[in-house]
T-cell receptor
C-alpha cells in the first residue's frame, strides 16, 4: 500500500482565496483524521470521520473550515476564505477499527502558506 | 478529556549517549499511550504503544518506554542514540473507550544529536 496520500504537498495562496486540501486514506481503514500543526499550538485534531461520516468536528476552528468524505477513499478539507493565521502544516491520518485508534498512519502533510 | 505534557521542548544529546524524553499525562479514565516520531518534512509514524500488559514497551529503532501509572508517566528511552534519531518526538494519549477525544498529542520534544 502506498500509505496515506495528501495533495498538494505545498500550497501558497493569498488571503481571501479558497483552499482545498485532499487526502486518500489507506485502503480498508475506516477512520480518517485531519490535524493541523503549528509552532504555537502543536498538533491539533480538527475533525475525524468513521465510515465516511463526520463524528467530531469540535476542533474545526471556525465556519471558514469544512471537511467532507464523499467515499471511503477520499476526503477534502476546505478553507474559505483563507487567512494568514491558517498557515500551518495540515496532516491527514487513517486507522483501522476502534482498537486501532492509537496506530494512526499519517500522510506527509500539506504545508499551507497564506499571504 | 486528557492532556499530555512533554517537559522538554528540546533535548541535545551526544551521539552514542543514552537519552530519556519525558512525558506525563492526565486523564480521568484508563488510557492508551503512544510515542510517535516525526522526521523533517515528513508525517508522524508510530514508535511504540502501550495498550495493556507489561509496563515496559519496546518499539522500533531501539526505543523503549515505561508506563508508570502512579506517576502518570510514559517516558521514552534509548540506550545509545544515533545521528539518524534526530527528529521531533510526540507523546500521545487516548482513552480506552476510543471516545470522541481521539488522540491527544503533547507539544513535542526535538531531539538533537550532536556528533
Amino acid at each position: 500500500d502506498a500509505g496515506v496520500i495528501q495533495s498538494p504537498r505545498h500550497e501558497v495562496t493569498e488571503m481571501g482565496q479558497e483552499v482545498t486540501l485532499r487526502c486518500k486514506p489507506i485502503s480498508g481503514h475506516d477512520y480518517l483524521f485531519w490535524y493541523r500543526q503549528t509552532m504555537m499550538r502543536g498538533l491539533e485534531l480538527l475533525i475525524y470521520f468513521n465510515n465516511n461520516v463526520p463524528i467530531d468536528d469540535s476542533g474545526m476552528p471556525e465556519d471558514r473550515f469544512s471537511a467532507k468524505m464523499p467515499n471511503a477513499s477520499f476526503s477534502t478539507l476546505k478553507i474559505q476564505p483563507s487567512e494568514p493565521r491558517d498557515s500551518a502544516v495540515y496532516f491527514c491520518a487513517s486507522s483501522h477499527g476502534l482498537a486501532g485508534w492509537g496506530e494512526q498512519f499519517f500522510g506527509p502533510g500539506t504545508r499551507l502558506t497564506v499571504l | 478529556a486528557q492532556s499530555v505534557t512533554q517537559l522538554d521542548s528540546q533535548v541535545p544529546v551526544f551521539e552514542e549517549a543514552p537519552v530519556e524524553l519525558r512525558c506525563n499525562y492526565s486523564s480521568s479514565v484508563s488510557v492508551y499511550l503512544f510515542w510517535y516520531v516525526q522526521y523533517p518534512n515528513q508525517g508522524l509514524q508510530l514508535l511504540l504503544k502501550y495498550l495493556s500488559g507489561s509496563t515496559l514497551v519496546k518499539g522500533i529503532n531501539g526505543f523503549e518506554a515505561e508506563f508508570n501509572k502512579s506517576q502518570t508517566s510514559f517516558h521514552l528511552r534509548k540506550p545509545s542514540v544515533h545521528i539518524s534519531d534526530t527528529a521531533e518526538y510526540f507523546c500521545a494519549v487516548s482513552d480506552q473507550g476510543g471516545g470522541a477525544d481521539g488522540l491527544t498529542f503533547g507539544k513535542g520534544t526535538h531531539l538533537i544529536i550532536q556528533p
